[in-house]
């Protein structure tokens, strides 16, 4: 049998992918991270689907039930939040199925920075503006960042941040970036996208602090950092230029005839 690492997406239950609802309305277990996925989302599983919630286990804890629902026979949706291609911890999950035999597959799901972008009505890459992005987080009581990953050195490219595990730290990442983004640079802070208790506060690197420390705001929160959440008048790009079509090119001037 196979365990699915499945994306939940931001968390509004109609935001999953057909493949996913129809991967949790079949699989007879279901291994959830119940810090960010509510009951709308589970509702998606058939009745009498046993659930199993992972936000106290260990990893090792959380491999046991999905190699023990292999051994029953049973396929296992190993329901992730956001994305699983980002701070999933997916790479440590199939690490160890892959020691136990166990086969596995991945569906993707709507990224949180995806829905944050959208709930703001921006798009992170502008003409002549951004035309990168770059996902990260910061550093706290966590895994050491690889080095030439800090933010400050990042900071430099002057692209669009999305930050990512980082809301506890807002303060001192809102200092390290303001060298080079400046004071007056614009920050999103959108906090549980697309649930019915979602957040959302605009600022400055400057006045961002001041807002998350008020509002409260201490998990499931991403950030968006640049100058492309303000853009208004920009270069629109070669994308929808104006250019001939092919029946409006000039034709080549003719040559000597043979």
Not at 56 to 65: K, P, S, V, W
Not at 202 to 226: F, K, Y
Request: aromatic fraction near 4%; glycine fraction near 8%.
């Amino acid at each position: 049998m196979t365990v699915h690492f499945v994306g939940a997406g931001p968390g509004a239950a109609d935001l999953l992918t057909l493949r996913a609802v129809a991967l949790l309305s079949t699989a007879p277990v279901c291994v959830y991270a119940g810090t960010y996925i509510g009951a709308e989302v589970l509702a998606h599983c058939a009745p009498g689907t046993t659930l199993v919630d992972s936000q106290h286990l260990d990893l090792d804890q959380i491999t046991a039930h999905l190699v023990a629902a292999h051994a029953a026979g049973q396929d296992v949706v190993r329901l992730c939040s956001g994305d699983p291609s980002l701070f999933s911890a997916v790479a440590e999950q199939t690490r160890r199925l892959d020691r136990a035999g166990v086969p596995w597959d991945v569906t993707p799901g709507v990224p949180a920075y995806a829905a944050a972008a959208a709930l703001v009505g921006r798009e992170l890459t502008v003409p002549e503006v951004a035309q990168t992005v770059i996902l990260t987080r910061t550093q706290a009581a966590s895994t050491a960042m690889p080095a030439g990953e800090s933010l400050g050195y990042l900071a430099r490219t002057h692209a669009t941040l999305v930050l990512h595990l980082a809301i506890r730290r807002t303060r001192e990442l809102c200092a390290e970036l303001t060298p080079e983004y400046g004071a007056g640079c614009p920050v999103v802070v959108v906090c549980r996208a697309t649930q019915p208790d979602e957040v959302i506060l605009r600022g400055t690197l400057a006045d961002m602090p001041d807002q998350v420390e008020a509002a409260g705001l201490r998990q499931a929160a991403v950030i968006l950092v640049g100058e492309a959440l303000r853009a208004a008048d920009f270069t629109e790009s070669h994308l929808y230029g104006r250019r001939p079509r092919p029946s409006e090119a000039p034709l080549p001037e003719a040559g000597p005839q043979p």
